[in-house]
């Protein structure tokens, strides 16, 4: 998978797939590689070069917090869009408390989704080695829970004190790394423990694992099912999310996993790929269309791509409507549904 500028195919047939026009040249931001919201856009990127739709030039390593403004204030065109930044944009708080209410507003308004995904599921994990006995035993404890600027660490936050009611600062040491350097933090013995948004299975805690045993722990299911921890699960940029024992087991023998049945209960952080509602609509649509119609390549690309959404409307299960803003592009509903999928008119 190419990770830089991917050069368009430039011939009839190619040209013919955007109706003629000339390919564009956009660029994109997103995380480092190892995970969906990389894959993601490099998939967007290779299949647009290879359909003559666009030459998408990427940014690597970029948080959300910094990839939803620039699409917002139009420096970018595409970007990674964890749904809880542009309902805290739209607000003017958390990291964009600086700009206000009402200068906020402004730019989330500016905000339309591609397509939607899971950014990954909240696990907690820790080697055995530590001692570690689960969600009841993080008092005093060293937590990695995300980047030092961003949405995970904020999700992270409030899951634990919904789980556990401790803060961090006060009933734990919160720990934060650069997503770039977070296998390394969990394997050198900085933290205890992490709670960070993963996929089942993904680079991150396989790497984790290959140094040592370690555990995985479920939300406790009373815990999960009360109305306190529900609204924290549904709350903007989140989503209850369960996957079956079996699907936790493809984390390999060095894995213990912890749940009382067959589900493991975790709170899932949502978003998409979004672009400037100027983004022409033609163009917007074969970029939706050209990800539609490539599921099965990006399926292909890594283990866990068939777990993460990347087809799911369902407004609950992608985090769309309700106190989210963002809508969709018209030119991604068009080719949605030109597909056979339902786009919720919430999210229109």
Same mark, same amino acid.
């Given at each position: 998978m190419k990770q830089?500028? *991917?050069?368009?195919?430039?011939?009839?047939?190619?040209i013919a797939t955007y109706a003629n026009a000339e390919s564009k040249n956009l660029t994109a931001m997103t995380s480092a590689p190892g995970v969906a919201v990389h894959l993601?856009?490099?998939? *967007?990127?290779?299949?647009?070069?290879s359909r003559g739709i666009a030459d998408i030039q990427i940014t690597l390593g970029q948080t959300g917090a910094n990839a939803t403004l620039a699409v917002a204030e139009g420096k970018t065109d595409i970007g990674i869009?964890?749904?809880? *930044?542009p309902f805290?944009?739209?607000?003017g708080v958390g990291p964009y408390a600086e700009m206000g209410a009402e200068k906020g507003a402004e730019l989330a308004a500016n905000l339309r989704v591609l397509y939607p995904y899971s950014f990954g599921v909240y696990v907690l994990y820790a080697y055995d080695t530590v001692g570690i006995k689960g969600w009841g035993d993080l008092a005093g404890r060293r937590i990695l829970n995300g980047p030092p600027r961003g949405a995970a660490t904020a999700e992270a936050r409030g899951l634990i004190q919904g789980v556990t009611g401790l803060e961090e600062g006060k009933g734990y040491e919160g720990i934060q790394s650069d997503w770039s350097q977070m296998a390394t933090t969990i394997t050198e013995g900085t933290?205890?423990?992490? *709670?960070?948004?993963e996929y089942i299975p993904s680079d991150r805690p396989l790497q984790a694992l290959s140094a040592g045993k370690m555990t995985f722990w479920s939300v406790p299911k009373d815990v999960y099912e009360t109305e306190a921890l529900q609204n924290i699960l549904t709350a903007p940029g989140s989503a209850p999310f369960e996957l079956t024992l079996?699907?936790?087991?493809?984390?390999?023998?060095?894995?213990?996993?912890?749940t009382e049945d067959e589900i493991f209960r975790a709170r899932g952080s949502v978003g998409g790929n979004c672009v400037n509602a100027s983004?022409?609509?033609e163009l917007a649509y074969q970029l939706t269309k050209a990800h539609i119609e490539t599921l099965d390549e990006i399926y292909a690309k890594a283990p866990y791509a068939r777990n993460v959404g990347f087809e799911n409307l369902d407004p609950k299960a992608s985090g769309m409507c309700g106190p989210n803003p963002l809508k969709y592009h018209p030119g991604a509903a068009r080719a949605w549904e030109e597909a056979g999928f339902a786009v919720p008119a919430c999210a229109r």
């Open positions: 830089a500028c *991917l050069a368009a195919i430039i011939g009839g047939s190619v993601s856009i490099a998939h *967007l990127a290779e299949v647009a070069a869009c964890p749904f809880v *930044l805290l944009m739209s607000k933290s205890d423990a992490a *709670l960070l948004p079996d699907q936790m087991r493809a984390l390999g023998d060095n894995a213990t996993i912890v983004m022409d609509e």
